[in-house]
């Protein structure tokens, strides 16, 4: 079947009707632009990317090949989600073993609350080291490093980084993962997938220059979607690494910093004895995956967060010191809607994401600096107790959003409920109240959140910078 804007009307989509999902073929053009074409069965679709290029310079051809298609691999979770058949096929390269667990995960876990959402009896369980093993896919990997492993002597020692490519997504943690890259002096270049614009205003206010790549969903896969095709979240943190990746070896970066922190590796639920977290792609577990997949390709850029030794908390104590960003940043995802009818431009300030990020941020803030930011005072109107309550889990389970654990959620009303600035707000007082009663909070347990983890990937160039930044 014919794909994009010219393939006939999808009247009907039933997801069971398709055995086979299946990546077709991909292609990079000399002007950058990306297509990656799927099927689902004899339906197919084709994604485009165009991928930002500055000046003239040189890249391993054989590098970018294979971050090609691990973009390919990746990205297809788009489209392989609006069937989920069990069936793979792998119609061009395939996958080395590293690369077939990153994606066995990102399809399966990275599709938790897709399926919770759509009342699936499971997760996902699509067949990718069948698909590999009966094609042969032992020789996929011949020019990967797949047979050496972390003690191999013959290991490649890690290069230095020196430059440095930093996704932003015009939220806080993209800002001090900028400040972080400032503080190490290292020579840093700004990325992002679109140009929403609080991702654009933040790039203005840091001063840096931005490589600006563009995404273009087929749109049959939306006209399935309206005909009956399964849909919800995807692991989009996961897709965005893997164009950065590709972004960076192609302008001559020599690292990918990535702004997820510790406290995205916590679940919300667990359901069919399956911890299903919102976040799965922006885990310390997605970020070893991905990194053990990244290593079956030569001479690739190195990918890692700089925020992953750190807490939201922390985070947000960082954060509050960096006041050029305050009237720039957003995290409220109803401002980056794919749908420009339902898009906002500004906090809504009634959403999961917008009270996490208030709570957050109070502690180290004034009412009246956090209102001029979000344009209201959340925490002054009663109504929004029951959302805020929820971010600690209490009346049900915790909110499928990007918002942290529930033991930092409790120390900032801890600390809140313990300032005068903030104690005598209805919703803090009555937080107090009725939920710090459950909980044992110590000094001891909130000191907890702002220490630095060792479990991380961020290189001894950085490591400074992050502690000078994070600190106290």
């Not at 298609?69 to 297809?76: E, S, T, Y």
């Not at 750190?310 to 954060?319: G, P, Q, V």
């Not at 339902?342 to 996490?356: E, G, H």
Request: hydrophobic share 40%.
């Amino acid at each position: 079947m014919s794909t994009g804007p010219t393939a006939p009307t999808i009247s009907r989509f039933d997801p069971t009707s398709f055995k086979t999902f299946r990546f077709i073929s991909r292609r990079l053009n000399g002007d950058g632009k990306v297509r990656l074409r799927y099927g689902l069965d004899a339906l197919e679709f084709e994604e485009t990317f165009v991928i930002p290029r500055t000046g003239e310079q040189t890249f391993d051809p054989s590098t970018v090949d294979a971050l090609l298609d691990l973009l390919h691999w990746v990205a297809g979770v788009s489209y392989y989600k609006a069937a989920i058949p069990a069936d793979i096929s792998f119609e061009g390269a395939k996958p080395g073993p590293a690369t077939i667990q990153l994606l066995t995960a990102l399809y399966t876990e990275g599709l938790g609350e897709f399926a919770v959402v759509n009342d699936l009896a499971d997760l996902p369980r699509p067949g990718f080291q069948v698909a590999v093993d009966s094609a042969g896919g032992e020789g996929s990997a011949d020019r990967s490093r797949t047979g050496l492993s972390e003690a191999d002597p013959s290991t490649p020692a890690e290069q230095p980084v020196t430059r440095l490519l930093a996704p932003v997504g015009g939220g806080k943690d993209s800002a001090v993962a900028i400040e972080i890259a400032r503080a190490s002096g290292l020579d840093v270049t700004l990325f992002s997938v679109g140009d929403a614009p609080p991702i654009r205003e933040t790039a203005r206010v840091s001063g840096y220059e931005r490589l600006m790549a563009t995404r273009t969903i087929d749109p049959l896969l939306l006209e399935c979607n309206a005909a009956g095709a399964l849909n919800g979240h995807i692991p989009i943190t996961a897709i965005v690494s893997c164009v950065a990746l590709l972004t960076a070896a192609l302008n001559g970066r020599d690292a990918v910093i990535l702004a997820n922190e510790r406290s995205a590796s916590a679940g919300n639920l667990s359901w069919h004895g399956v911890e299903i977290n919102h976040q799965f792609s922006k885990s310390r577990r997605a970020e070893q995956l991905l990194t053990d997949a990244v290593a079956e390709i030569p001479d690739v850029p190195r990918i890692f967060s700089v925020l992953r030794p750190a807490s939201e908390l922390s985070i947000a104590r960082a954060f509050s010191r960096f006041e050029q960003y305050h009237p720039v940043f957003t995290s409220c995802n109803r401002v980056f809607q794919i749908d420009p009818e339902k898009r906002l431009t500004s906090w809504c300030c009634d959403c999961d994401k917008c009270r996490f990020v208030f709570l957050i941020l109070a502690p180290f803030m004034t009412p009246e600096a956090l209102t001029k930011i979000f344009g209201a005072d959340l925490l002054n109107d009663a109504g929004q107790y029951e959302g805020f309550a929820l971010l600690t889990a209490t009346g049900g389970d915790k909110p499928f959003e990007c918002v942290g654990e529930v033991e930092e959620v409790l120390a900032a009303i801890h600390l809140l409920a313990n300032d005068p600035k903030w104690s005598n707000h209805p919703v803090v007082a009555r937080l107090a109240t009725e939920v710090l009663s459950a909980h044992l909070v110590t000094e001891s347990s909130i000191q907890k959140q702002f220490a630095l983890s060792d479990d991380h990937d961020v290189p001894d160039e950085l490591t400074g910078a992050v502690r000078a930044v994070l600190g106290a």
